[in-house]
């Protein structure tokens, strides 16, 4: 196993990028991981504010017409090896936004690469932990 | 020589949950102009609404926002129980109003929370999203989800408030009370949200009715407006609460109103659950006539409007939703303009901006061309490059 893996899977740091057509709830929900009731960072995950500090990537909401390209361009600014999670029913699928006019022809699992689905219209804390928890997994088991 | 710079913050910026772009224009410390640019959460949901029939559509406006998913629905079903002239029995009647209370006082704790996360005051952001989570126990027990509750139906609700719920949320109620106690101390006690708050991008009452904010952000500017006391809808004519102002203008009034109206919130809940009579919950209504209708709820950051018309099928011909950032964000006007760089986060949070509430469809027009009325992206982009130009002439770069 490699440094940076080894290090992504004992302290991964993320970033929380809304792609843009989302309801805040997933957004809120991630916030909430933070917070005193389920509190990630006493496994190590941190909320940082670039994405040239993230080992992994969670992602919101729809990708819009008008956002595709700042998503398209964070992820080519991430340090590799990064994990993607599409969290939420939107950035799983589209979901309910699938036939907006302003979602993006290309969804985001086609954009980017993404490692985790964590579904849920919006998924719970618990959802999501686990969703991070089995990534993180996937790569050690590598 | 001008000493003049623009700051972006956004579209993605560490601070903020949703894509947003502020820019500053700042004179050394001193913030002299600002612009927002919105859209990018655009959705097209109103679009979208017009696909789908009236009972799919609370489905799709309660995903407007996570934060008002009660709001939306609420000001839907009425507008479309407006045009349609239903029926709604009480106890449903009782049920909304319990439901878009706890809402209530759950998004007011989450902006006390951010608030103090804004300030570099993780305190006061950890606390209170603590004490938020036993309102999203109490929501998830009687609706089954913590955030999206899926209640509102044309017609009455979806889903009764068992005996044993009114118990449970009873039984929680002293549990907030203290929490809120608590935050009220950590707010209206503490000396370094004082120094912090406290006369910081001060809105007059007369700025108010100039810009004609909505929510909270009036109600602290000493504006008592409150649609459910003005136009009383759902249970709020037959409970017994008062509106919360502020005469101050200040982040550190809007915070005060918050806190307070969270007291009130938890009065309208205990009383509706008391009150609540036996009987149906739902008038299932068929089929919704020709006509038209608007539907209104004080949502947590202000009034949230939608305009239904049917045309007797079973889809809404025209929906049309007005959010209460819309009406907040002029107010930044008045209010970020002339503080400090150091405080324009806080008073641009003081609002409770919600991005993905306000993401209508704009039009912008050109000036006095009749033949070329709307402008195009290509247009907006040679405007955009040409301020630039201009400003670059200007500051002499």
């Known amino acids: ?142 | 020589m001008n000493d003049r710079r623009i700051i972006p913050i956004g579209p993605y910026h560490p601070l903020q949950e949703e894509p947003e772009l502020f820019r500053l224009e700042v004179d050394g410390e001193t913030v002299v102009d600002l612009d927002v640019e919105v859209g990018w959460n655009h959705r097209g949901i109103e679009k979208l609404c017009e696909t789908k029939t009236y009972d799919q559509v609370p489905f799709v406006v309660e995903r407007i926002c996570g934060i008002c998913s009660t709001s939306h629905p609420l000001a839907y079903v009425q507008a479309v129980e407006e045009a349609g002239d239903i029926e709604v029995p009480e106890r449903a009647l009782y049920i909304r109003t319990i439901i878009a209370e706890l809402e209530r006082i759950h998004s007011h704790l989450l902006w006390v929370g951010l608030a103090g996360h804004f300030l570099g005051y993780n305190t006061v952001w950890m606390w209170s999203w603590k004490y938020r989570e036993p309102v999203l126990d109490i929501c998830e027990t009687v609706t089954g989800n913590r955030n999206h509750y899926a209640m509102m139906k044309v017609g009455g609700v979806r889903r009764d408030i068992l005996p044993e719920h009114v118990d449970y949320i009873l039984e929680r109620i002293p549990e907030l009370v203290k929490f809120t106690d608590l935050i009220k101390g950590a707010v209206l006690d503490d000396p370094v949200l004082h120094a912090r708050l406290k006369g910081v991008g001060v809105m007059t009452t007369e700025d108010m009715h100039e810009y004609g904010g909505v929510g909270p952000t009036s109600r602290a500017s000493g504006v008592p407006g409150d649609v459910r006391r003005d136009d009383p809808y759902a249970a709020y004519g037959l409970v017994d609460w008062d509106v919360i102002t502020a005469p101050w203008g200040d982040v550190f009034a809007k915070a005060v109103v918050r806190v307070l109206e969270m007291y009130e919130s938890i009065r309208i809940v205990k009383e509706c659950l008391t009150k609540m009579p036996e009987g149906e919950i739902d008038s299932n209504p068929k089929t919704v006539p020709a006509g038209e209708g608007i539907g209104h709820h004080e949502a947590p950051r202000g009034e949230v409007f939608h305009y239904v018309r049917s045309d007797g099928t079973n889809r809404p011909i025209r929906h049309k939703i007005r959010a209460p950032t819309y009406m907040n964000l002029p107010t930044y006007k008045a209010s970020v303009v002339g503080a400090s760089i150091t405080d324009a986060t806080i008073i641009l949070a003081a609002i409770d901006p919600c991005y993905c509430c306000t993401e209508r469809m704009a039009v912008y027009k050109h000036k006095g061309d009749p033949r070329e009325p709307i402008m195009t992206g290509e247009d907006l982009v040679r405007l955009s490059q040409e301020k630039t130009a201009r400003l670059r002439k200007e500051f002499g770069l």
């Open chain 1, 1 to 142: 196993m490699s440094l940076k893996i080894k290090a992504l899977t004992k302290s991964p740091w993320v970033y929380h990028l809304c792609a843009g057509g989302s309801c805040n709830n997933c957004d809120i929900e991630i916030l909430d991981l933070l917070t005193p009731r389920f509190d990630v960072e006493r496994f190590g995950a941190v909320l940082v504010g670039s994405i040239r500090h993230a080992d992994a990537l969670l992602v919101t909401g729809i990708v819009t017409k008008k956002t595709a390209p700042l998503v398209k361009k964070l992820w080519e600014q991430a340090p590799k090896p990064c994990l993607v999670f599409a969290i939420g029913g939107c950035a799983c699928s589209q979901g309910l936004f699938k036939d907006c006019y302003t979602a993006n022809p290309v969804p985001l699992d086609e954009l980017i690469p993404v490692h985790a689905y964590v579904p849920g219209c919006p998924p719970k804390p618990e959802t999501m932990i686990a969703g991070i928890v089995k990534a993180l997994g996937s790569l050690v088991a590598k």
